[in-house]
Each structure stands twice: as C-alpha cells, then as structure tokens.
C-alpha cells in the first residue's frame, strides 16, 4: 500500500482514497446513479490494481487512467463517460489558469493590443487582467463545452467574452429625451440644460455614463436635431464653443474606470431647420479645426448622413454641409458617410443610424423599427477560411460545415442571450435605470431586463470571404466575375440562414460585415497552425474583413466599390466601404466628391474615405512623414489611421493590424477613371 501520490507540478501530497470514491460517485450520480458504496468498492478496485501494478509514488494522470480502467472493465461504461468528461473538464480549467497567469504577466509588462483605443497605464492594466479572468471563466464554467470549443479552435470568434454575462454592447442613446427630461447618472438628478454650451457638456457625461455600462459603442442617431432646440438665442460663436468643448471633452473623458475614452459616434446632416444646421456646422467647423494644437481628433466618429432632397444636389437645403462635411473628411478622415437612398437604408427615410464601427440596428421583430433606444446586444463571428480549407475544393462540403457552424453561432448566441436577459436593472443603473433601452421604461431595480434586450439585436459575423473563395475557387471575387458571384451566393446563403434563426428564436438575428480588429489575425494565426502555409490563404498575419477585396490588391476606387457595395444589402446588422488615398485629399475634393457619388450608385450603404495622417509632436508639421519631420528633424510622430471603423494611433495596432496596414494598395485620385 502507497500513502502519497505525485501531483502535476511535482509536489508529493498524501493519498487520500476518499477522494477518488467521491469522483467515482460523482461521475455516477451524473448518469443516473445513488449507489455511494459501490463507488467505495470501485476506489477499492482502483487501489488494489494500483498496489499490484506501480512500483513507487504514483501520478495523479496514472490514478485517473485506472479509474477509468476499472469502471469500463467492471461494466459501468456510462460512468466511465462522465468520469472522463469531467476530467477534460477539470484539465481545461487548470490549463486555463496555467494560461490566465502567462497571460497576467504579459499584461504587467504592456497591454494587449486587442482594442487599439485601450492605453497601457495602470487601469487599462487592472481591467486587462480581469478582462483575461473573465474569458477564462466564461469558456471553462459558463459556455456549453461544444460552443466553447468551437471558440478556442477558431472556427467561429465570440466577440468581447470577457463581457459576456456582464452587459450589453451598444446603444443609439436617446439625447433629445435625456436633454429635455433630465437625468440621474449616480448622485443626483441633472436637470435640462437651457443653453447649448450646458447641452454639450451633458451630451459628453451622457456617453460616458453609458459606456461605463456597458461594452461597446455609444452613438447619437439624431445628434443635430437633438440639439437644435437649444441653439436659440446663441450666437455662432457660442455654437462653436459650445461643440469645440465637445470634441476636447470626447478625447479626454475616459471610462472604464480610466482606461479609455467613450466610443463615440454622432450622426448629423439631414435636419434642415436653421438650428440645427447651425449645429452641423459649428461641429464641422470645430473638428476640423483639430485639438488645441491641431492634432487630428480621434473622437467623436462623425456619420454625416447623404440624402437626395436635403443635401446631395446644389439647391438642396443642407448641400453646403455636405460640402463641408466632405472638406473636413478630406482632412480629418471623418466624418464618414451614410447612404439614406440606398435600397435597403430608404424605406426608413433618415432613420436609420450607423455606428463608426459599422454597427446598423432598425427592423425590429418586437416593436417600431427605429434606432434610438436600441442596440447590438452581442455577436460572432464565423471563420470562412477554415471551412473552406476543410472542405478542400469540395463546394457542397463548404456549405454543409457552414450551415452546422452558423447553427451552432445561432445557439451560442441564444444562449449568450439567456445570460443577458437574467440581468437586472440595477446591474446597469444608467443604461436601464434612465431608460435609455427601449422597453426599459416601466421595468424597476430588481425587474429583469429581458422585455428591453428583446428590442436589440443578435448578430452573426464573417471574416475572410476572399481567402474563402480563394481555398474554394483559386480566385478571390476581384480576380475572376465567378468568384464574385459565388461569393454573392455564400453571403445571401448565410443571410437567409441568419433570418431562419431570428424565426426560430422569435429574436432580431441579423448578419453582420464584421469589424475584425482581433479576429481576422486570430483565425489567420490559427488556421496556419492547422493547415500550413497556402498560398493566397493563410500566407498572411491576418484574414481580409469581412466581403473587403484584399487590400493588397491592385483596384480602382471604382471597382472596389462597385465588388463591394453588392454585399451591404445582405449585411443588415452593418457594412463598411473604404478607398485608400495616397495623402490627404483636401486639395482635391471633386475626387472625394465623385467616389462619394459612385459610392451612392452603387448602393453602399456606409463607407469612409482613408489616407494617412502624421504630425509632428514637436512642431506642428502635418502631412506624409516617413522617418523623421522634414520640419524639425524631429522622429516623435503621431500616426493616426482608421482600424475598424474608428480611428487610432498606429501604436496602438495589433501585430496583424500593422501588417494589413502595411499592405494597403492606395487608390489613385482621379476623377473620371470609372470606365
């Protein structure tokens, strides 16, 4: 008889054979069984073949494969398959506080570079590090196993899991109610404003206090109309004032217990009264104008809405904004653009916002179709590249992985909903307590929140549809009009597989144009590991968002627009289209103007333009710099770029951000080259 055991990390502990019984019982009482002395006598069997068999301390791992032995040999098979699930599953809890640790200590050294917008001092480390803790829980306790395997393998991406029993991801918040009303963000009520400077000033704790409640972007869907009624009697100079200190306010109040500035986005340029158009231009004017020293701002992302009637044409009562809102992107990279006559977008007049993300939330399966007060409660995201590497060729074998994987998003999801809808109002005190989700309004502290998340909605991502195609095809949807319809054809599939679920779950399930900042470097990384080097696949850092032509690829503006812009109507929970200038196009706006008109004709529903922007932070100097500022001499430069809908400082990219980056093909400013 032994009277120790050798443990995993090498310590030698006692042996204790209660503890083997009580495995044995509770893998028993999992099937089915109450039998506690039989567990005894199958400890006892376990014991003795170990007696006879081992010669000095044994392993815990020698143990656990004897008491697997002894139940399947002894005639308790279903047992045995519970001991064994319960086994892996205690091994990927232990592997994954080995990995929470590792993880811990990179943390402690820089944070990581998931979100470009978290900084690296002390709270963004405090938060990181419980980020890392809650992923870990989530997948090892809460997650069903088959969904949860699905993520660590990288078949599909569960987006912001640290979040994921928490909170909810974002809101088109509902500013003219809370302005008019007043509110109560924690220790007082706050009463409406009378003066548009008070107005701004509220608007900027508005988005702090609710992002403080939850995970995502926060967005105003009417920011110019929502405001007018307090432009009365203000000078123009006060306007500005009034939107400059919101600017300076949205760069500089964090949230998130310090560790970064509110995600926040504004939609503007289709109210006409003369308010609120002295709105829109004040906030035009003032961003345009940049920070105190002229640096590009980062915050807030500007959606400047375009709308035949109300400012597309000469005539048309808001066409002088629009050529403003065009001057200042061609400068500043925003405002981005939002397309209301698209096909998809014009059945709701200019009702429909979007998010700097890409985020789009309006048909509603339980109320009025309307933004304001409503969000995307949470979404993942499906890897594209990996079926179609798995199928190897095979098309019908493409689509039978893809319809179980969208299956198993949709449950994940529902169950991801579950979750949320167990939440109380008083978990999120501003978000539900002020009543800024729809539905909210009559619920109290302890109600359960599920009669206003049914509002939101629940999104399945893609990333890689060229890389796809390419494993499927051998030519991505720019290099063969095949692939492009083949590509048109998976992404419809995945639509119609999408509203199948919203009937089945009776919940607002839509499809989503990923905005792969984490994921598409992830799947990449992985499915390398998996498959190997395929060249045209996974010989990248990364996998192309969503239905993008690569970015590497040599293409006009032009036929970007017109590949791309056929998929914004299948993607109703948000799309994105970008071109790539070579600089800052202001002295060029008729090009801006004409990709902006192509973009129109091409039914795109949101997209922006991209180019570079590096300033010198010891002098000032604004353009194209490489190493060092031809100015000054100085090589402290500020780099700002758009990543995923939002801009940031290249600093701050990931690995294969800075990679995609690097690879981005620009896009000649030509007028006229759409033959």
Do not use: W
């Amino acid at each position: 008889m032994f009277s120790s055991i050798r443990k995993r990390d090498g310590r030698i502990v006692p042996f204790d054979q209660e503890k083997i019984t009580e495995a044995i019982f509770k893998a028993a009482r999992a099937v089915g069984g109450e039998d506690r002395k039989l567990a005894a006598e199958l400890s006892q069997a376990v014991v003795e073949y170990l007696v006879k068999k081992t010669t000095g301390i044994p392993m815990v791992e020698e143990v656990q494969d004897v008491v697997e032995k002894i139940l399947i040999e002894t005639g308790h098979a279903k047992t045995a398959k519970a001991y064994i699930l319960y086994r892996d599953r205690r091994t990927r809890i232990r592997e994954g506080k080995s990995d929470l640790m590792d993880t811990v200590a990179d943390i402690l050294i820089e944070t990581s570079r998931d979100n470009a917008n978290v900084g690296n001092g002390p709270s963004s480390k405090m938060l990181q590090i419980a980020s890392a803790a809650s992923k870990q829980y989530y997948l090892s306790r809460l997650i069903p196993e088959d969904l949860s395997q699905l993520h660590i393998s990288a078949d599909m991406h569960i987006h912001d899991l640290d979040f994921y029993g928490k909170t909810l991801n974002c809101i088109q918040i509902p500013l003219g109610r809370l302005l008019q009303e007043g509110f109560d963000n924690g220790h007082g009520y706050i009463r409406p404003p009378k003066r548009i400077g008070s107005a701004t000033a509220l608007a900027a704790i508005i988005l702090q206090s609710s992002q403080n409640d939850m995970f995502g972007g926060q967005s105003f869907a009417h920011f110019d109309k929502d405001m007018a009624p307090f432009v009365d009697g203000a000078s123009d100079d006060e306007i500005y004032q009034a939107m400059e200190g919101l600017v300076y306010n949205l760069n500089t109040m964090h949230s998130r217990a310090g560790a970064q500035v509110p995600f926040s986005s504004l939609n503007l340029g289709t109210e006409t009264s003369p308010e609120g158009r002295a709105v829109t231009r004040a906030l035009l004017a003032a961003y345009g104008r940049g920070l105190g020293r002229g640096e590009s701002p980062i915050f807030p992302n500007i959606i400047f809405r375009i709308k035949r009637g109300v400012n597309l044409e000469p005539g048309d009562p808001n066409y002088d904004l629009f050529q403003l809102a065009m001057a200042v992107a061609s400068r500043r990279l925003n405002p981005t653009f939002g397309f209301m006559d698209s096909s998809y977008n014009a059945p709701y007049g200019d009702e429909v916002g979007y998010m700097g993300c890409r985020t789009r939330v309006i048909s509603n399966r339980h109320g009025a179709a309307v933004s304001t007060g409503r969000g995307n409660l949470s979404f993942t995201t499906l890897n594209l590249p990996g079926l179609a590497i798995k199928a190897n060729g095979s098309i019908e074998e493409f689509y039978t992985g893809l319809i179980r994987l969208i299956d198993k998003a949709g449950a994940q999801l529902y169950h991801r909903f579950g979750v949320q809808a167990r939440l109380k109002v008083k978990d999120m005190p501003f978000l539900m307590g002020q009543h800024l989700y729809m539905g909210s309004e009559h619920l109290g502290p302890q109600d359960p929140i599920e009669d206003a998340i049914k509002h939101g909605t629940l999104s399945i991502g893609f990333v890689g549809l060229a890389e796809a195609l390419k494993s499927l095809t051998g030519a991505h949807h720019a290099e063969d009009p095949a692939a492009q319809q083949l590509g048109l054809e998976i992404i419809g599939f995945i639509r119609a597989q999408v509203d199948a679920l919203a009937n089945r779950y009776d919940l607002n399930y839509t499809l989503l144009a990923t905005p792969a900042e984490q994921a598409a470097g992830r799947f990449a990384l992985a499915d390398r590991k998996r498959f190997g080097i395929i060249s045209g696949v996974t010989d990248k850092e990364y996998y192309t968002n969503s239905y993008h032509v690569p970015v590497g690829y040599p293409v006009t503006m032009f036929d970007k627009m017109r590949l791309e812009g056929s998929y914004h109507k299948l993607a109703n929970a948000g799309h994105i289209s970008y071109v790539e200038f070579p600089s800052p196009p202001q002295d060029n706006q008729e090009a801006v103007e004409a990709v902006l008109r192509h973009m129109a004709a091409s039914d795109v529903g949101y997209a922006g333009i991209n180019f570079p922007i590096d300033e010198c932070r010891g002098c000032g100097y604004t353009g194209v710099i490489d190493d060092a500022c031809p100015k000054c001499g100085s090589v402290s430069i500020r780099r700002v770029r758009r990543i995923t809908g939002y801009l940031s400082t290249v600093d701050r990219f990931n690995d294969s951000k800075q990679a995609e980056l690097r690879d981005r093909v620009k896009h000649a400013m030509i007028v006229g080259s759409k033959g």
